[in-house]
């Protein structure tokens, strides 16, 4: 069986860390698409557009190519709400990692490594809004080595990073379509905090709720 190593980022794993998290946060597109869809002021649009059509235009082919177009179109706000996102990540905090969380107190990046390749990442930062805490972020296992532990592993790593340094909780943040992580983390214990959906319109539009998880640790001798 491969051994997995959990260590500190280290400047030339900056492309795989980058790619990691690309592929990761990418693969939520289709299933914030679903989320959309199921949304009932989505599918009342969609069906009043319809009608309108069918009536105005007498035709059935038209309504219909109209339909695939919206949703075409709607796909096409999802994959812009997601590159968005993406490319803010990739030019602020993940553009020098080490700047960001190595040279940073009380924060930290890793990498999970198989076989010398980095497949997993994992970074933590003081919360912004909740009080003696840290935020666990970045976390992403590549999908040719997931179900195998890594991300269990790698919130462990931040746990005990967080414990060491006499912190009372781990929080973090992650969506409601994201159901591999939402499920991960209430494993590990974590509980849910809060939901909201985002402020921005084409997040509104979208319906994307954020769900806020902790972690509670307890004081030594104790187990999480
Ligand atoms: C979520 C993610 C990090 C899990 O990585 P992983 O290394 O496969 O997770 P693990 O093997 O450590 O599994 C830990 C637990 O998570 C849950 N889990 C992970 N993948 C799951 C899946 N496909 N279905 C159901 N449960 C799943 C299970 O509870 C699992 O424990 P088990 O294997 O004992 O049942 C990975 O799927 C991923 O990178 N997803 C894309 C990026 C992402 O969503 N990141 C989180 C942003 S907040």
């Given at each position: 069986m491969a051994t997995i190593q959990i260590r500190k980022y280290r400047d030339e794993d900056s492309e795989a860390v980058r790619d990691t998290y690309t592929l990761g946060i990418s693969e939520h597109v289709p299933s914030s698409f679903m989320h959309m869809l199921k949304q009932p002021p989505t599918q009342m649009v969609l069906i009043c557009l319809f009608c309108a059509l069918i009536t105005s235009s007498k035709s059935f082919l038209f309504p219909i190519l109209a339909l695939t177009l919206a949703l075409a179109g709607a796909r096409q706000l999802v994959v812009y709400v997601f590159n968005g996102h993406i490319d803010t990540s990739l030019s602020s905090d993940l553009k020098n990692i080490s700047e960001t969380?190595?040279?940073?107190?009380d924060s930290c990046f890793w990498v999970a490594e198989v076989d010398g390749v980095v497949v997993g990442t994992v970074a933590c930062v003081p919360a912004?809004?909740?009080?003696a805490c840290l935020e666990l972020k970045r976390m992403s296992v590549r999908r040719s080595h997931r179900r195998m532990g890594i991300a269990k592993v790698l919130c462990r790593t931040v746990a005990e990073f967080t414990r060491e340094r006499g912190f009372a909780a781990v929080v973090l943040f992650t969506s409601v379509v994201a159901t591999d992580a939402k499920k991960l983390y209430e494993d590990m214990g974590y509980k849910k905090i809060r939901q909201f959906v985002l402020p921005e319109l084409p997040a509104k539009i979208m319906n994307f709720t954020m769900i806020e998880y902790r972690l509670d640790l307890q004081r030594e001798g104790k187990s999480e």
């Open positions: 969380y190595l040279k940073q107190k912004e809004n909740a009080l």
